[in-house]
């Protein structure tokens, strides 16, 4: 079945590391997006991505990076100048001609 | 830039009756997409139902149904006969036609009492 798969569910960052999530889609998906949600909170966007090789900056980007190098594959690194790390993140999916966002069932990132 | 703004924050209702959830935004297109998403405790965005602004027709899903209102920019949730499996945050969403990004409101808890 197609979908969005995000690896792993539960992370765990050491002050001052770097820590990757995984983001992977076989949905065929031009658009591959990252949010951000806090508890009791909506979704703020992180980064997006609308084809290989490009991304955009959403609204809280900083402490934060990505890449775009395969169409599938979406990873974000949560950095060390991100002081604040703990949320639930969710990566997303789209393309035109489906005018909705398709969710992975997201990673809950802990400080220890 | 686009906003949206959903103004209660919990709501709750009793079990097969009706409740409608707000949602306003704000917009210089013309042409856009609304949407309504549940995330249930699973914490799984599942998508409820969508509108596009090019239609004048309310969209209907099964119990679920929308007031959208272009001139006054609102987007409504209207949940009918609610069940205990309703209880979940929901959130409105935004996309403009011409742009790949989505923007969400802050969400409403919805209380389904027994």
């Known amino acids: 079945d197609g979908g969005i798969t995000q690896s792993p569910k539960y992370l765990f960052r050491k002050e001052g590391q770097n820590v990757t999530l995984s983001c992977e889609q076989n949905l065929n998906h031009d658009a591959m997006y990252w949010y951000r949600q806090d508890p009791g909170q909506g979704l703020r966007l992180i980064y997006y991505?609308?084809?290989?090789?490009?991304?955009q900056k959403g609204d809280i980007a900083e402490g934060y990076s990505v890449s775009r190098e395969k169409k599938e594959s979406f990873p974000l690194t949560v950095t060390s100048a991100q002081k604040n790390p703990t949320a639930f993140y969710l990566c997303a999916s789209s393309t035109v001609g489906r005018e909705k966002l398709f969710f992975g069932s997201g990673t809950q990132l802990s400080v220890l | 830039a686009q906003t949206v703004t959903q103004s209660q924050p919990e709501m709750s209702v009793q079990e097969a009756e009706t409740v409608t959830l707000s949602c306003t935004y704000d917009?210089?297109?013309?042409?856009?997409?609304l949407f309504w998403y549940k995330q249930p405790p699973s914490r799984q965005m599942i998508l409820v139902i969508r509108?596009?602004?090019?239609?004048?027709q309310n969209a209907t899903e099964n119990r679920f149904s929308v007031n959208f209102q272009k001139a006054a920019k609102s987007f409504s949730l209207k949940i009918s006969d609610s069940q205990l499996g309703d209880a979940a945050m929901y959130f409105c969403?935004?996309?403009?036609?011409?742009?790949?990004?989505?923007?969400f409101g802050t969400g409403t808890r919805l209380k389904v009492l027994a």
């Open positions: 509108q596009e602004a090019y239609k004048q």
């Open positions: 991505s609308q084809i290989v090789n490009d991304f």
């Open positions: 917009t210089s297109e013309s042409d856009y997409y």
């Open positions: 969403a935004y996309r403009g036609s011409g742009t790949y990004k989505y923007i």
